[in-house]
């Protein structure tokens, strides 16, 4: 492999998924090539009904392409067995929801620490990694709420600490700030580039928000089942 392609830390080639409704087939992702360097946030806006969603699961391996291949770190995922995508997933990619899905009978803390715990880290480690993470969100002090104490900015910030607690190559987010105020967006969006920034992480977000969309790397849509600069 060239210099060149391993730097890209997840690709997808000629990816194709199909739906079937019925009699009819819905082609969602049509041949559609993408790539994601290491460091870099990229903004997927496209209308409702696209495939964003589609595309997330695709590429992070929770759905599996009816053609084409995924490469996570230039290893081809797209056939895996069940079990080995499972161990990649939970290794190399954070996935973050419009809405949070913390375990609401867990702390905060908590919540950032189970993914690291499932992985076979100590408990000390885990939580020693889940209280940076909480600082670096700037929630530091909300460590022991749970979440229906917490506001659903600092929801989301948990959700992101939580995506993030098993250092992935990349997270995917699909419309993280979707369910936040304009002002509370802002500065969730601010946490989560940050901790790209300084993680070196690769993401991936959906978002509806144009303006956020500018803050990041670059922009692309899906046209026509494509992935093309948006
Ligand atoms: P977006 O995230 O851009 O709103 P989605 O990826 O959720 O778009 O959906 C794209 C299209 O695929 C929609 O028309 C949706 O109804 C359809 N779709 C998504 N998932 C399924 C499924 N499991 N079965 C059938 N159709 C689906």
């Known amino acids: 492999m060239s210099a060149v392609v391993s730097q890209d830390v997840l690709r997808l080639e000629k990816v194709e998924r199909h739906y079937s409704q019925g009699d009819t087939q819905l082609a969602i992702l049509r041949g559609a090539d993408f790539a994601l360097k290491r460091g870099e946030i990229v903004a997927l806006v496209a209308p409702s009904g696209a495939g964003k969603s589609t595309l997330l699961h695709v590429a992070g391996l929770l759905e599996r392409p009816d053609d084409g291949e995924i490469y996570l770190d230039g290893e081809p995922c797209g056939r895996l067995g069940d079990d080995q995508r499972t161990a990649m997933r939970r290794r190399d990619i954070g996935f973050v929801y419009q809405f949070h899905h913390l375990l609401p009978e867990f702390t905060a803390l908590e919540n950032i620490m189970m993914p690291q715990l499932i992985s076979g880290l100590r408990q000390a480690d885990a939580a020693d990694r889940a209280r940076q993470l909480l ?49 509370t967006a802002g500065y969730v969006f601010e946490a989560l580039q940050a901790l790209v920034r300084q993680s070196g992480l690769a993401a991936l977000i959906a978002t509806h928000n144009h303006e956020l969309a500018a803050l990041m790397d670059r922009c692309v849509t899906l046209a026509e089942g494509q992935v093309v600069p948006a």
């Open 135 to 183: 600082d670096y969100m700037r929630i530091g002090h909300r460590a022991d709420h749970r979440p229906s104490e917490l506001s659903g900015g600092e929801q989301q910030r948990v959700a992101i600490a939580r995506a993030v607690a098993n250092a992935p190559l990349v997270l995917f987010a699909d419309e993280p700030t979707g369910n936040l105020d304009p002002e």
